[in-house]
């Protein structure tokens, strides 16, 4: 008597040969893991369309996002979104920092070597007339200004002291006086 499981293969009784009970054992084993492999394909393949469509989906979002914004430079007729500080005199005489401020987020000018400055700041950390977080830069309605923080030997801009703590606007070219070190600053496009 035999009877059948998967494929149809008889299974093997007192009679069979070892090679038939082996060739048994191995058609079914071949069987369960083609049974098992398709399971896993039609998982991959539907967390692949799942994948597909989630990608598709951020892509649109994201072109929506970047129709729907533009850029600080863009926001008013010529308007631009980097400074550019050049010292022009000082212990840092010949250097030149590249600054974006953005709104509620300042670039500070000090003497600090700390990563704030040296990042998106003004490092003049030789000049020893600098306090440690002199001032920062910042931007409102496309608009920059330079706040002095209470610096300890002030800030001048055309020959005024900066007051501390009120936001002095920037013109393109502008030239300011702090610790020994004078800055020229001018408005750049990235």
């Not at 398709?38 to 989630?54: F, P």
């Not at 008013?76 to 010949?94: C, P, R, V």
């Not at 900066?162 to 006086?177: F, H, T």
């Amino acid at each position: 008597m035999t009877s059948t499981l998967l494929n149809d293969v008889p299974f093997p009784t007192g009679k069979s040969t070892v090679e038939e009970a082996l060739n048994f054992v191995l058609q079914q084993a071949l069987a369960k893991t083609d049974k098992k492999a398709e399971m896993a394909l039609k998982v991959l393949r539907q967390e692949l369309e799942d994948g597909v469509r989630e990608l598709y989906s951020c892509h649109e979002q994201m072109m929506e996002n970047c129709e729907n914004s533009k850029p600080l430079a863009e926001d008013k007729k010529g308007a631009k979104d980097m400074l550019k500080i050049d010292i022009i005199s000082g212990e840092h005489a010949g250097s030149t920092f590249f600054v974006t401020p953005k709104p509620n987020k300042p670039c500070l000018l000090g003497r600090s070597k700390g990563k704030k400055f040296k990042q998106n700041g003004v490092s003049l950390c030789h000049d020893l007339e600098v306090s440690t977080t002199h001032g920062k830069f910042t931007v409102e309605n496309g608009t920059f200004y330079f706040i002095d923080t209470g610096s300890s030997n002030g800030t001048l801009i055309r020959d005024e002291d900066v007051r501390v703590d009120v936001p002095y606007p920037l013109e393109d070219g502008i030239e300011m006086k702090v610790g020994q070190s004078i800055l020229k600053v001018t408005f750049v496009s990235q």
